[in-house]
């Protein structure tokens, strides 16, 4: 049975229904247990469990990696949460040198069941060091399962997922999309890993995209229905490991694909996807392949150049329109999805 709750909403209760089901889950993270619960999304877990298993943790992400990978493979299954994910960045030495390789390693006793979390996605204002969205940077790594879940039965399906395998897993989450409302399910279903959906069917062309711009490609495509252009939205949920085949089945339909990715395209997602395209299905294309990104270079602080600088519906509608040959074709503009945000953080 489901029914509508909010994407933050969606992994609050997933949280406590896993932790419910295995006394081995923790959460650790800054400010878990403050009264916002990172967006609210651990404050019913502390509320039910409390500090004995929600811990709040100091500012030391390289230390708190180390000590729950090595708690993971003592047999606890921590959950890391990282409220910017740009702090990940201190937690990769563990989790890239050592939990993404201990299988490999050891074989069937390497297994490290440790789950981190990481918030990304603009804000307003937020510059160069808090816009940053890092799914690709963790998808390159062997060892690693990576997703970015775009609807809310998704981030408590993947995270249900994540929390009872023993892969390492990182969990992306985009900021804007907390709010965003969902028909979830009430029981604690995994959503498996490496199988992508297809949120909107169309013929002319295929939109493959992951969390926020999964949104802003079904915006685009409402737009484009009514100029007669019908868009097919792929949401591969996983980055690692990656729908492969229904992403080139879709592209076989259609012909033509557009990328769009909240991080920038050079050695990323939306180079991955082009790369598994050409490889695979390049008698299919009608067309080369678009990628809608940031452009290349760090995020600005001015709130113009900020508008500008991310990707958008509007777009992903003019790439697709370019595809199809829709020559004069225009798009009239629009606020992006996370246009209600109220900042700061």
């Known amino acids: 049975m489901s029914r509508t709750l909010t994407y933050w909403q969606a992994i609050a209760e997933g949280t406590v229904q896993a932790m419910e089901a295995d006394p081995s889950i923790l959460i650790a993270g800054q400010n878990v247990d403050d009264h916002k619960g990172s967006y609210g999304t651990t404050r019913p ?8 298993r929600v811990i709040d943790t100091p500012n030391s992400e390289n230390a708190v990696a180390g000590i729950c990978i090595g708690a993971a493979d003592q047999g606890l299954r921590p959950l890391v949460v990282h409220t910017r994910a740009d702090f990940m960045f201190l937690a990769m030495d563990a989790l890239i040198n050592l939990a993404s390789k201990w299988r490999y390693m050891y074989g069937d006793k390497g297994g490290v069941p440790v789950v981190m979390r990481g918030v990304v996605g603009r804000g307003w204002g937020q510059g160069a060091t808090h816009s940053q969205s890092l799914h690709a940077t963790f998808g390159h790594f062997p060892g690693l399962y990576v997703a970015a879940p775009a609807s809310p039965a998704d981030a408590k399906g ?25 028909e979830v399910p009430e029981e604690l279903t995994p959503v498996p890993f490496g199988v992508g959906r297809l949120a909107r069917h ?16 079904e915006r685009a495509a409402d737009l484009l229905a009514r100029q007669g252009v019908s868009v097919e939205v792929v949401d591969v949920r996983s980055i690692r490991p990656l729908d492969e085949d229904l992403i080139c089945e879709s592209v076989a339909r259609t012909g033509r694909v557009v990328v769009a990715d909240t991080s920038w395209a050079r050695y990323g997602f939306s180079a991955e996807v082009a790369a598994v395209i050409a490889e695979r299905i390049p008698g299919e294309l009608r067309a080369p392949v678009r ?55």
């Open 291 to 345: 990628r809608i990104t940031p452009p290349d270079c760090p995020a600005p602080v001015s709130w113009p150049l900020e508008e500008a600088f991310h990707p958008s519906a509007a777009k992903i509608a003019e790439a697709c329109l370019d595809l199809v040959g829709s020559g004069g074709a225009t798009v009239p503009v629009l606020t992006g999805v996370d246009a209600g945000f109220s900042g700061p953080y």
């Open 45 to 52: 877990a502390f509320e039910r469990f409390g500090a004995q």
């Open 158 to 182: 993947l995270l249900a997922a994540a929390l009872q395998s023993d892969t390492p897993v990182v969990l992306m989450e985009n900021r804007s999309l907390y709010p965003i409302e969902g």
């Open 202 to 217: 169309g013929t002319d062309v295929t939109v493959v995209a992951a969390s926020l711009m999964v949104h802003e490609a």
